[in-house]
């Protein structure tokens, strides 16, 4: 039984828009932060997106920055990541990740989910 599952993918035409969400309702060890990944064709998994429960200002990777914002709600369990203006660059498998914020806003993942594709076609 999956911890955190991802659901919110899809097929989608550059520019569109697509949101994502992870059930964190079955993940039971402490964590700190949650975390979205992505893998995309010929590339490792990096992160992508973070959010602490510490307050530390959400953070991202350049090349999302000002068009995926990641939140989450505490009473559903959830994160979520909003996806705006994709690029077929953005076309991966994205996972969501829960972890502890060993350094001030450094999220290092203890999880993942078994990810969800996204494909953004020109």
């Known amino acids: 039984q999956e911890q955190l599952v991802e659901s919110g993918g899809g097929s989608v035409q550059a520019g569109g828009s697509l949101r994502l969400s992870c059930d964190a309702s079955k993940y039971t060890p402490p964590r700190d932060c949650m975390a979205w990944f992505r893998k995309v064709p010929g590339k490792e998994r990096d992160g992508i997106a973070r959010?602490?429960?510490?307050?530390?200002?959400?953070s991202y990777v350049e090349a999302v920055e000002g068009r995926f914002t990641i939140s989450q709600d505490n009473t559903k369990n959830t994160v979520s990541l909003q996806m705006n203006d994709l690029k077929p660059e953005d076309t991966g498998v994205y996972y969501c990740a829960a972890g502890r914020e060993r350094l001030a806003g450094v999220c290092v993942p203890d999880y993942w989910g078994p990810g969800t594709q996204v494909t953004v076609s020109s």
């Open positions: 959010i602490f429960s510490s307050g530390h200002v959400p």
